[in-house]
C-alpha cells in the first residue's frame, strides 16, 4: 500500500531533510524520520492545525513583484516560500477558526473605486492554510485534544452542579445568572488551557448538562411552588389572613409542620346566654345568629396577625406567635380581645339578628410555651396549640362567668403588656387541672380611652382587695361598698362584697389562704 504524505507535510519534511520513513508503533502518534536521526512526532489519528490568524501574520508578496525583482532577498533567505492565488475567480479560499473575524477587503478600500469580495473576503486563502499547516508540524505546536475520561469527569461535575437549580433558592433569574456565571467560567477555563497547552477541551457536553440540569429544574421548582401554594393555602388559608399566607409562600415566616416548642399567647372567647338564647330560635336563625358574630370576630383575629385554630359552637380559639413569629403577641391578643368586645357591642346596636342584643362575650388570654404544628393523624391533620398553657387560657375564659367580667388575662401575660394597657387585680385562684395558683388580672381597655372616675374606682378596689388579704374584713366591706357607688354593676366588687360578708358571719381559721380553687371547667 502506497502511502502520499500531504503538501504541507511534504514542505516541511523536505525543509528539514528528513527521510520518508514511518513508524507506527505508538498509539497517540506517528514518528517521521529515519531511527537515529531527527524525527518529526506527528499526532495521531488526527493533526489538527494551529491557526495563528488569518494570511496576514505571513510575510506576503505580491507576484508581479517576484518576477519583477521588486523585493529583498533577506525576505525569503533561509525560509519556506509557498505560491498561490489570492484571486477570488480561483476560489482558493477555506473557513477557518478566523472565518469572519477580520476581512481583507480593509487592506483595498481607498485604492479601488468598488471592492468586490463576497463571501471569499471572510474565508481565508487556501496557500495561508498550508502555511499555517507547515509552521504547526516545524513548531511541534500540535492542538490535542483532552482525554475522553476527563471530559466524563467535567460532565459529572457540572451534573452535580446543576442540582442546585432544583432548590427554591437562588430561583429563575438569579439561577440564570448563575448559568451564565457557570458557562463563562468553563469557556473562560478552556481558553486558558487551551493558550496554554495547546489542548481543546470540548466543553459542550458540559455546558447541555447545566442548561438541561437549570430548565428541568425551574421546570420542577415551577410544579413544586404549586404543589406547596396548594398545600399551605389548604393548611394555612383557614387559620391566617391572605398576608400570612403570601409571607409563608415568599418563604418570609419558616414554618414547621411537625409539633415544636413556641411561646405563644392563646385567646379563647365564648358567648353568654346563647344556649338558652338558642333554644327559642329556629336553626336557621340561629345559623344567621352566629355568622353575623363570626364574620365580625374573625377579621380581628386576622387584623392582629393571629392564627384561628379552631370555632367550638359559639366559641372561638385563636392564639398569636405562629406560625409567624410575634415579638409582641401578648400585645396583639390583648388588642384582639379588646376590639372584639367593642365590635360585639356595636354589633348589638346596629344588626337586625334576632337575640342579639341579650349576647356578653367572656374572652381569655395566656401566654405560655405550648406545642404548635401540624398535629393529628394521617389521614386528618390540624394546625393548632397544645399544652397547658391552652388548657389555662380555657379556664380563664370560663371564670369571667364568676366575676362578672368581660376579659380575664394571666400574669404571664399581664407581665409582658405595655404600660398603655389598664389592668386590674382580680383575684389569685386555683383551676382545675393545675395544682399551684396564678393571678389573674382583668383587662379593662387602653389608658387613653378610660376617664379619671374608672382610674379613682380602680385605687378604691385595689385598696379594699389589700384589706381583705390581710383580714381587715370590716374596712374591706366599706371600702368595696365605696368603689360599688361608683360602678354598681361591676362584678368584682359585688363578687368580694359577698366573700367579706361571708366571712364576717363565719370568720375561717388562722391558716386562712385567700386562694380560690375553681374546681369545675
Same mark, same amino acid.
Given at each position: 500500500?502506497?502511502?502520499? +504524505? ?66 529583498? +532577498?533577506?525576505? @525569503? ?137 437549570? @430548565? ?12 406547596k401554594t396548594k398545600l399551605v393555602a389548604s393548611l394555612f388559608g383557614k387559620y391566617v389572613s ?18 415544636? #416548642? ?86 348589638? #346596636? ?28 394521617? $389521614? ?31 400574669? #404571664? ?74 360602678? +354598681? ?18 370568720? +375561717? ?11 369545675? $371547667?
Open positions: 500500500m502506497a502511502i502520499s +504524505p500531504s503538501f504541507s507535510l511534504e514542505v516541511a519534511r523536505a525543509f528539514l531533510n528528513l527521510d520518508f520513513v514511518l513508524d507506527f508503533t505508538h498509539k497517540a502518534y506517528i514518528l517521521l524520520g529515519a531511527e537515529g536521526e531527527k524525527q518529526l512526532r506527528l499526532p495521531y489519528p488526527d493533526l489538527r492545525i494551529h491557526f495563528q490568524g488569518r494570511e496576514d501574520v505571513f510575510k506576503t508578496l505580491s507576484y508581479a513583484d517576484v518576477v519583477s525583482g521588486r523585493f529583498s +532577498p533577506e525576505d @525569503v533567505k533561509g525560509k519556506i516560500v509557498l505560491i498561490g492565488s489570492s484571486l477570488t475567480t480561483d476560489k482558493d479560499f477555506f473557513s477557518t477558526p478566523y472565518s469572519g473575524y477580520k476581512s481583507s477587503r480593509r487592506s483595498y478600500e481607498g485604492k479601488f473605486g468598488k471592492v468586490m469580495d463576497g463571501d471569499s473576503g471572510l474565508k481565508t486563502v487556501g496557500v495561508a492554510c498550508h502555511a499555517h499547516a507547515v509552521e504547526t508540524i516545524l513548531s511541534d505546536r500540535f492542538i490535542s485534544k483532552c482525554p475522553m475520561h476527563y471530559v466524563l469527569f467535567m460532565i459529572v461535575i457540572c451534573g452535580f452542579l446543576g442540582v442546585i437549580f432544583y432548590f427554591e433558592k437562588p430561583g429563575p433569574f438569579p439561577g440564570f445568572f448563575l448559568l451564565v456565571i457557570c458557562i463563562g467560567a468553563m469557556i473562560a477555563g478552556s481558553h486558558a488551557v487551551f493558550i496554554q497547552n495547546f489542548l481543546w477541551v470540548e466543553i459542550a457536553p458540559g455546558i447541555s448538562i447545566l442548561a438541561a440540569q437549570y @430548565v428541568s429544574g425551574i421546570a420542577w421548582q415551577r410544579a413544586f411552588s404549586k404543589k391572605q398576608g400570612v399566607v403570601n409571607d409563608i409562600l415568599r418563604g418570609d415566616i419558616g414554618i414547621n409542620l411537625e409539633g415544636r #416548642s413556641q411561646e405563644v399567647t392563646v385567646l379563647f372567647s365564648d358567648l353568654r346566654k346563647f344556649t338558652s338564647l338558642s333554644e327559642n330560635l329556629t336553626p336557621r336563625e340561629t345559623g344567621r345568629l352566629l355568622n353575623a358574630y363570626f364574620d365580625t370576630m374573625i377579621p380581628i383575629v386576622f387584623e392582629y396577625q393571629g392564627t384561628l385554630d379552631k370555632l367550638m359552637g359559639d366559641a372561638i380559639m385563636a392564639f398569636f406567635g405562629a406560625p409567624r413569629e410575634l415579638s409582641d403577641h401578648p400585645q396583639r391578643a390583648a388588642e384582639t380581645a379588646l376590639k372584639m368586645v367593642e365590635e360585639l357591642d356595636r354589633l348589638k #346596636s346596629e344588626s337586625e339578628e334576632k337575640g342579639i342584643e341579650k349576647l356578653s362575650l367572656g374572652i381569655g388570654l395566656n401566654t405560655g410555651q405550648v406545642t404548635v404544628g401540624n398535629l393529628g393523624s394521617h $389521614k386528618f391533620m390540624d394546625y393548632t396549640v397544645i399544652g397547658d398553657t391552652v388548657n389555662l387560657g380555657s379556664r380563664l375564659e370560663g371564670l369571667n362567668k364568676n366575676y362578672g367580667t368581660s376579659i380575664i388575662i394571666s400574669q #404571664s401575660t399581664a407581665e409582658q403588656l405595655d404600660s398603655r394597657f389598664v389592668l386590674r387585680e382580680l383575684d389569685r385562684v386555683r383551676v382545675k387541672g393545675k395544682a399551684h395558683a396564678v393571678t389573674i388580672f382583668e383587662l379593662l381597655g387602653v389608658r387613653e380611652e378610660l376617664d379619671e372616675s374608672r382610674f379613682k374606682f380602680l385605687e378604691i378596689f385595689r385598696s379594699g382587695r389589700r384589706r381583705y388579704i390581710k383580714r381587715d374584713w370590716k374596712a374591706a366591706e366599706e371600702t368595696f361598698n365605696q368603689a360599688l357607688e361608683l360602678f +354598681p354593676e361591676d362584678g368584682p366588687t359585688r363578687l368580694y362584697l359577698e366573700r367579706v360578708e361571708n366571712l364576717l358571719k363565719n370568720p +375561717p381559721d388562722s391558716d386562712w389562704d385567700p386562694t380560690v380553687d375553681f374546681f369545675l $371547667k
